[in-house]
């Protein structure tokens, strides 16, 4: 069974940066599954944040991070990656990745979720 771990979150000043990191186990993600980022506060609902296909041909963003975020995948690693850049307050969340057949920046269709790192951004 497919398993995922994030890591990279942390505390960071406004205008900074971090790379959240989604490594896989159980399976190789290459050509198998869709990559979804999240991030989800407390008493709020899940938002959509990135996505990349499982070749890793197309990528989608919200709105909110167009721009600032870059999502990737290292194959050799069965790694997916959330460079983030420019980062706001109001990107203080718990981020998840999460597998699935489709990128799509809503969170349903995907089959495995990680954990979440906590990401926050003040000064």
């Known amino acids: 069974q497919l398993q995922l771990v994030e890591s990279g979150g942390g505390l960071v000043h406004p205008g900074g940066s971090l790379r959240l990191a989604c490594s896989a186990s159980g399976s190789t993600l290459q050509y198998r599954y869709a990559i979804g980022w999240f991030r989800q506060a407390p008493g709020k609902e899940r938002e959509g944040v990135a996505c990349i296909s499982s070749s890793g041909a197309s990528t989608n963003y919200a709105d909110s991070v167009k721009g600032r975020f870059t999502v990737s995948r290292d194959n050799a690693k069965n790694t997916v990656y959330l460079q983030m850049n420019t980062l706001k307050p109001e990107d203080t969340d718990i981020y998840y990745c999460?597998?699935?057949?489709?990128?799509?920046?809503?969170?349903?269709?995907?089959?495995?979720w990680g954990q979440g790192t906590q990401v926050t951004v003040s000064s």
């Open positions: 999460a597998a699935g057949p489709t990128c799509a920046i809503v969170p349903f269709g995907y089959d495995f």
